[in-house]
């Protein structure tokens, strides 16, 4: 009687253990790790869309990582029967097989042979399921890819406690769709996408996979469009279109470089709505270009492992009347230390010219106002002791206007030694001392 309990016991664990077609409450999504090929044996992935029976999705080969699209069925009894689609969307090749457990074991076919050659056949294995993914990792990140093999899409994703959020935007779109959802243990998540009106203009399906890569599907809100989406984290934080008062937008741009001895990116913004399209247009050249010239890799080569990767980005864009004020961040680890800093950018969109905010000073001030500032943060400093000797010559790169006051803010090194960051604050009363009273001043500094 103990050996025939054990026996039902066993059974039912095989049963439990068996991949089955998915219940009908929605798509899942499965991973695969297999092999394939004689002797030295080829590594593949197998990334599937399940609803019921019906299966489809994509593999690539570990080492090669190109895409190649599958459809066909699983079925309840564990097998599994896929076809191949080539460049042209064409059968080309099959994989026939069948579970036992989680493992999977058949042959994959081609339809036709290659160059006169007759049809290849080879066995393939492969595991169900890959390593869990640490949900608590995904937090918020920037990722890239690609939905329907050809639509370039960038998408920043925040989970926590079993909820996804986020916003996602075409390369060659202006405009962000929001994203809501939900996302289980396992790594499973569903999104609704909205537009700006709140309407659900489409839903992602999909998995987390190790490394953050996900794998899933775009659907239109009728079902009767299905997608592939691939996405892997971003070398760059994706940031979010702005809308800024009198109809100005905001349209973040990302330039990546990447070698094999240095990691560099720029960041910048395409200002979109302004009234004069001349200056629009020096504006939005004028940004490419600083990013471009600031996204680089000083002196790097095989041997030199001291620059390793730098980036630029333009942050924080604030309208003020007529201005548009930025921060510019600068990130070079090369070198003995890692080296941060920042400097202020403001752009007439009048003109489409930068200005120099020195220029506003009254008749004659520039050098007692650099010597106030200078003055004023040294007062200010807990460690007098770590600061040199020279004045440092105050610029528009440093002033940072707030509302009625302004930051005056030092380049680490500048003021200070060992990179010790340096700023003051000058009040209304400060800066009517050493600025003309006018209409500019009054965008930029309430004056």
Not at 88 to 108: E, I, N, Y
Not at 166 to 186: P, V
Not at 375 to 400: G, N, P, Q, W
Request: charged fraction near 25%; glycine fraction near 10%.
């Amino acid at each position: 009687m103990k050996c025939r309990l054990v026996g039902i016991l066993l059974i039912l664990v095989l049963i439990h253990a068996l991949p089955t077609a998915a219940a009908d409450s929605g798509p899942t999504f499965e991973a695969l790790q297999g092999t394939l090929g004689k002797g030295k044996k080829t590594s593949f992935t197998m990334l599937l869309r399940r609803e019921g029976s019906v299966v489809s999705g994509v593999y690539f080969y570990d080492a090669i990582k190109i895409d190649i699209r599958l459809a066909g069925s699983w079925q309840a009894d564990g097998t599994l029967a896929l076809t191949e689609s080539d460049g042209k969307g064409q059968p080309s090749a099959t994989f026939s097989g069948k579970f036992v457990g989680t493992h999977l074991t058949g042959h994959w076919s081609q339809l036709k042979g290659i160059k006169g050659k007759p049809p290849r056949d080879f066995e393939f294995s492969a595991e169900w399921g890959l390593k869990a993914v640490d949900i608590s990792a995904i937090g918020e990140k920037s990722y890239d890819g690609r939905l329907g093999g050809k639509h370039a899409i960038r998408m920043a994703l925040s989970g926590q406690a079993g909820k996804l959020s986020g916003y996602y935007r075409y390369r060659a779109s202006k405009e962000d769709l929001a994203l809501s959802g939900e996302l289980s243990s396992s790594g499973q998540f569903h999104l609704e996408e909205h537009d700006k009106r709140a309407k659900v203009t489409g839903t992602f399906s999909g998995l987390f996979l190790p490394g953050l890569r996900v794998f899933g599907t775009w659907s239109n809100p009728a079902g009767t469009k299905v997608f592939p989406v691939q996405l892997a984290l971003s070398r760059t934080e994706m940031r979010p279109a702005m809308e800024l008062p009198g109809g100005w937008r905001l349209l973040p741009k990302d330039i990546p470089m990447l070698d094999k001895t240095c990691d560099a990116s720029g960041g910048y913004y395409e200002a979109l709505g302004l009234a004069n399209p001349a200056a629009a247009k020096k504006i939005n050249g004028t940004l490419k270009k600083l990013a471009e010239g600031n996204s680089y890799c000083e002196d790097t080569d095989a041997s030199n492992e001291l620059q390793r990767s730098s980036s630029y980005c333009l942050n924080w864009p604030k309208r003020l009347g007529k201005f548009l004020l930025f921060e510019q961040t600068y990130y070079t680890d090369g070198g003995v230390h890692p080296t941060t800093s920042s400097s202020s950018l403001i752009i007439d969109t009048e003109t489409g010219e930068t200005v120099d905010l020195v220029r506003y000073l009254k008749p004659n001030q520039a050098a007692a106002f650099s010597h106030f500032v200078n003055k004023k943060a040294l007062e200010e400093a807990e460690d007098r002791s770590l600061f040199c000797s020279e004045e440092v010559e105050i610029t528009s790169m440093h002033i940072y206007p707030q509302g009625d006051s302004a930051v005056v803010e030092f380049f680490p090194d500048e003021l200070a030694a060992y990179a010790v960051e340096v700023s003051t604050k000058l009040d209304k009363v400060q800066l009517c001392t050493y600025f003309q009273v006018n209409a500019d001043t009054h965008d930029l500094f309430g004056l």
